[in-house]
């Protein structure tokens, strides 16, 4: 049994266009990188929890919920707030409020002085500072990264047209740098829209004095909250990333192999999927997700779909594994055989993985925190161990969950 290809797993490298896969089989060391690219700029929190800026076509390794990174896949979004740091430009009212640009008070998530600061001057709750644009959207994502004392309170909303209709979130803060993200959509599309940010919204105290800060404001046209996009006086985009095409015919065995990851999916209006394939649809094991939890795990040999899977559940970080000789096809999710089915001929010409379909469609767009492949079958024990976790407190750590109880 060998692993002839390693991806992730708190290994990382990458340069310009390429972020590293290898082999390691008898400490020689092979490379197998995947072909990477993103034309444009890109945002990632670093290790030291820091926001910062990545080059064009350089693979983001992010830290935002993990210790051990994952390889960070987004579609193209754009910020349609033209000032992300600067919460006094452009049209807004403000309303029992002292604001202050820039303050050395505190350090922003990107580790410099370039938050604002918003001081409560008043004894009820209605403190805040109101920010009108033309922007025409329905679906939506709005953000915005946050710090004051633990226990304040804060809303977040979005008005469409005059206040037609408003969408908000209300939080209690926790006292360090918080994302505060309201995903949610218009009835119909907006001509123009309020951006609201009120201070101390629902409590029941006296609010005079309050501080709180404010930095990087975001505006998407999306279901979900993608990485940060600055911007300085207009709208930005970022670039969809691609990430194809590590291994070759010496790597992958067309008899019997094992191709596994665990990942989480965060867009799912495009179906994307990963793939181990010929290059085309001919020969393929393709998994695809297809929303709310659901996967369909596909094998087609000699163009012809030999085995399927439909509606998988398979929710964030999932870990995934399929076993293929030319006899039989096993898969693992999560540390449970869920298919086996038999086998009547063998895959032929294996030479690469994607993270799309073979015909570079359909492109998965997600957290990785590793992909793997094995030449050789493996037991239904191992198959077990390698899609389990080692133990209670890493498999909340790798669901991104919070531990209530422990004993």
């Known amino acids: 049994m060998a692993q002839t290809l390693k991806f992730g797993n708190k290994v990382w490298a990458a340069k310009e266009d390429s972020v590293l896969a290898y082999n390691d089989i008898n400490n020689n060391y092979k490379p197998l990188p995947f072909d990477f690219a993103r034309a444009s700029i890109g945002t990632r929190v670093n290790k030291d929890g820091l926001i910062e800026t990545m080059g064009q076509d350089i693979a983001r390794i992010d830290y935002t919920d993990s210790a051990d990174g994952v390889l960070l896949l987004e579609p193209s979004s754009t910020n349609l ?45 209605d403190a805040h500072r109101r920010f009108t644009q033309t922007t025409a959207i329905q679906s939506f994502t709005l953000s915005v990264y946050i710090k004051g004392n633990k226990g304040q309170k804060f809303q977040l909303f979005l008005a ?28 119909t599309t907006s001509s123009s829209v309020v951006i609201g940010y009120e201070f101390g919204f629902g409590s029941s105290d006296s609010i ?24 300085s006086g207009s709208t930005v985009t970022r670039a969809a990333e691609t990430c194809n095409n590590s291994g070759n015919s010496e790597v992958f065995n067309d008899s019997e192999g094992v191709l596994f990851f665990n ?32 996967w369909n795990v596909v ?41 086996s089915n ?23 767009y997600g957290k990785t925190k590793e992909l793997g492949y094995y030449d050789t079958a493996l037991t239904d024990a191992e198959l077990e161990t390698l899609t389990s976790y080692r133990n209670w407190v890493s498999m909340v750590n790798e669901l991104n969950l919070n531990i209530i109880y422990n004993g």
């Not at 404010?214 to 993608?226: K, N, R, V």
């Not at 495009?270 to 997700?289: K, M, Q, R, V, W």
């Open 160 to 187: 469409r047209d005059s206040y037609a209709q408003i969408k908000d979130i209300n939080v209690t803060l926790s006292g360090g740098w918080q994302r505060i993200v309201l995903s949610d959509s218009f009835s």
């Open 208 to 231: 005079a004095g309050q501080v709180y800060y404010l930095w990087g404001a975001q505006l998407e046209a999306l279901s979900y909250p993608t990485s940060y996009i600055p911007t």
């Open 342 to 364: 038999p086998m009547a001929s063998a895959l032929s010409g294996l030479k690469e993985i994607d993270f799309s379909l073979p015909s570079a469609t359909n492109p998965f």
């Open 81 to 125: 707030i033209p000032y992300s740091e600067d919460f006094g430009a452009g049209s807004f009212t403000s309303n029992s409020i002292l604001y202050t640009a820039n303050t050395t008070e505190t350090i922003s998530p990107s580790g410099n002085n370039t938050a604002d600061k918003f001081e409560v001057t008043t004894s009820n709750s």
């Open 299 to 339: 094998m087609r040999v000699g163009g012809t779909n030999t085995f399927v899977i439909g509606t998988v559940n398979g929710d964030a970080y999932s870990k995934f594994s399929v076993s293929y000789t030319s006899s039989n096809f096993k898969v693992f999710l999560n540390g449970f055989l869920i298919a």
């Open 263 to 294: 990942l989480n999916t965060l867009d799912t209006s495009a179906i994307p999927a990963i793939s181990l394939s010929d290059g085309t649809f001919s020969n393929e094991i393709e998994f695809a997700y297809f929303g709310t939890n659901q």
